[in-house]
């Protein structure tokens, strides 16, 4: 049977007869039974101006377009404010009128109080009336097709994910318990949900109360309590399923109670850190804001978060038309009240960002256009430095010449020693935002940060295009390390440096531990419920062109300096730059890719850039690309 709902028409006659009630309930505590009929006209005459005036300021707050089975303390709130309100204006009525001699004989004043009190527990009891009936509905499972679900985590998200479950009869999910290690909250219940134990027992319980699926709901829980978790409910043969991490929710787009498998970004999670969000809000709230490459995976998250953010208006600027397209239809569903300006262009072209400035003057620029495919860029040298360097260096130059007040780039572990093009064309991009940094003295920075899980071409999704196609798995090199972070996390920090940046700074993100790749893929082969080297074998393929084993964040020997955030750091300015004419530099590597001399461009980012060793790296053939 489906839960019922009260129709609000139904509401409103109610509350028209509570009114009434109220009234006469006031005027009866307050007078002797003997009094009453000389009192009875007033009594009449408050009744019709009670109903004038509290219908239509319930209208007002809207207590005529909620669903009541499903009110909280925020309507709580939202009932005293209405009911206070209209208690108060025909309060202010009857005194008028008394004043003026309209109210004969007279009425007792402190009934206009006692109204107020009555009202409020009238008005707000039958709503919660009504919730409380339509939790007392809440359909049974279906018979022998219901199962055991135990909830990791009895806080805020647990209850909430509990209330969810009780509420949604279609997934025959009862929850049976929780598991939490907070002593004090040990054989507690949560809305009839009992803590059961501490996540240690999870094992245990799993058998005892013959659990069919386990939630963690925990949005801050670090990857290590996850995996632990998630191995257990493997080797019981159980799914399991988490809500959204942390820095998922700041980012906006999911919600606590949206629910979903575990995967590798959740294994990797790290602990949150104290996050300011006032700082981000502060820095964007009623700016203009334009991000180039807002179609990418970092650019789009950008923009997810920059919308949260409350901006004037937001320039959604990229080369790709579909993926353009596609970040307009996301965030106009999210972000209707928005204004979105999607713009196709090539960061190439000086001219067309010439107009693009011109017409939309932005006052914040997120920079993250870039092409980033290690091994493809080996085998096109021109196009990486034309996009990388030139087009970085056309959308500098066009934000100081229309006063943009910050600007941050976007780059790379990969820019630090780059042995690829890749990674020297990103550290000559930073090198060029510095410049302007220090020659213009404007908020010009650049947050450096390594790999970010699950991104356009990154190794995730092609190792679980492996995993569908039954493997191998391929794995350049078994000791192969990378740095990793979630797309939210990441992106999430940049606006946290943008907010704190001066100019001239290179900000690096705290990445947490390398991970072993090989590790990695291994955690996804179990997440799809297979054994590595039984159901899907690991084959190594050796290191790409302009690969390294291991990554780094900056140059050895170059000191960090903390921040307000513990995890952002800012690079002595100095030691960062190297002394040269960089805009020599970028018009002799221009005439190179003139006449498509990628050996030519190669050797003279090698002189270039610090620890650069490009020409030590191998040309690339076609099959060592992927």
């Known amino acids: 049977m489906r839960r019922q709902h009260v129709r609000n028409r139904f509401v409103l006659i109610g509350d028209i007869a509570l009114i009434i009630v109220s009234v006469l309930g006031s005027f009866a505590l307050r007078l002797d039974v003997v009094e009453l009929p000389f009192y009875f006209p007033a ?26 089975a499903y009110a909280s303390t925020g309507e709580l709130r939202l009932i005293t404010t209405a009911v206070t309100t209209a208690s108060v204006l025909t309060s202010g009525v009857m005194a008028v009128l008394y004043v003026t001699g309209n109210v004969y004989p007279g009425m007792p004043r402190s009934a206009l109080g006692i109204d107020w009190l009555i009202s409020l527990v009238l008005i707000g009891g039958s709503r919660f009336a009504l919730r409380i009936l339509a939790e007392q509905s809440v359909p049974v499972h279906a018979h022998g097709k219901s199962k055991n679900v135990l909830i990791i985590g009895a806080g805020d998200a647990g209850a909430l994910i509990v209330r969810e479950l009780q509420k949604t009869s279609q997934l025959n999910l009862i929850p049976v318990g929780f598991l939490d290690d907070d002593p004090a909250k040990q054989n507690h219940t949560i809305h009839g949900v009992k803590v059961i134990g501490a996540i240690t027992d999870l094992a245990s319980v799993i058998d005892i109360h013959r659990i069919s699926e386990v939630v963690i709901a925990i949005p801050s829980a670090p990857g290590w309590l996850v995996r632990m978790v998630n191995d257990v409910c493997r080797l019981k043969g159980i799914p399991s399923r988490a809500v959204p991490g942390m820095y998922e929710l700041i980012g906006g787009k999911v919600s606590v109670n949206r629910l979903r498998e575990v995967d590798i970004t959740d294994l990797l999670r790290r602990e949150p850190v104290r996050v300011n969000d006032e700082a981000v809000g502060a820095a964007l709230d009623g700016k203009r804001v334009l991000v180039t490459g807002a179609g990418g995976s970092i650019g789009r998250e950008l923009c997810r978060q920059i919308a949260r953010r409350n901006p004037a ?18 965030l106009g569903q999210d972000y209707p009240e928005h204004l979105l300006s999607p713009v196709i262009a090539d960061v190439r072209n000086a001219e067309r960002l010439t107009h693009i400035f011109q017409e939309h003057q932005p006052q914040i620029v997120f920079h993250a256009a870039a092409h980033k495919h290690v091994p493809l860029m080996e085998a096109n040298v021109v196009e990486a430095f034309t996009n990388n360097v030139l087009g970085t260096r056309n959308v500098v130059q066009t934000a100081l010449d229309h006063n943009v007040e910050r600007f941050v780039l976007i780059s790379t572990d990969k820019a630090v020693r780059p042995s690829s093009i890749y990674g020297a064309t990103k550290r000559l991009a930073e090198m060029i935002v510095l410049d302007a940094a220090r020659a213009s003295k404007r908020a010009f920075t650049v947050v450096r940060f390594g790999n970010v899980l699950g991104s356009r071409g990154s190794i995730i999704p092609k190792f679980k295009q492996q995993i569908a196609n039954g493997g191998p798995v391929t794995i350049t090199h078994p000791d192969m390390y990378r740095f990793f972070m979630t797309i939210p996390e990441a992106v999430y920090l940049v606006l946290q440096a943008a907010s704190m940046e001066r100019g001239g700074e290179t900000f690096v993100l705290n990445m947490g531990e390398p991970v ?14 297979l054994e590595p080297n039984r159901d899907i074998k690991i084959a190594f393929t050796g290191i790409r062109p302009g690969e390294k084993l291991t990554e780094e964040l900056w140059d050895e020997g170059t000191p960090l300096a903390k921040t307000l955030h513990p995890d952002i750091f800012r690079l002595e300015a100095d030691a960062s730059f190297p002394s040269l004419n960089l805009t020599q530099a970028i018009n002799s590597l221009t005439a190179l890719s003139h006449s498509a001399d990628s050996d030519g461009i190669a050797a003279l980012l090698d002189e270039l850039i610090p620890g650069s060793s490009i020409r030590e790296t191998p040309h690339p053939d076609i099959t060592s690309i992927i």
Do not use: C, Q
């Not at 208006?313 to 996301?330: A, D, K, Q």
């Open 43 to 68: 009594a009449l005459l408050m009744i019709v101006v009670a109903l004038v005036i509290k219908i239509p300021v319930y209208f007002f707050f809207g207590l005529y377009r909620r669903l009541w």
């Open 313 to 330: 208006g937001l320039v959604l600027l990229g080369h790709g038309e579909n993926s353009i397209f596609e970040t307009l239809l996301e």
């Open 516 to 529: 072993r790749i090989l590790d990695l893929a291994e955690d996804l082969i179990r997440l799809s419920g």
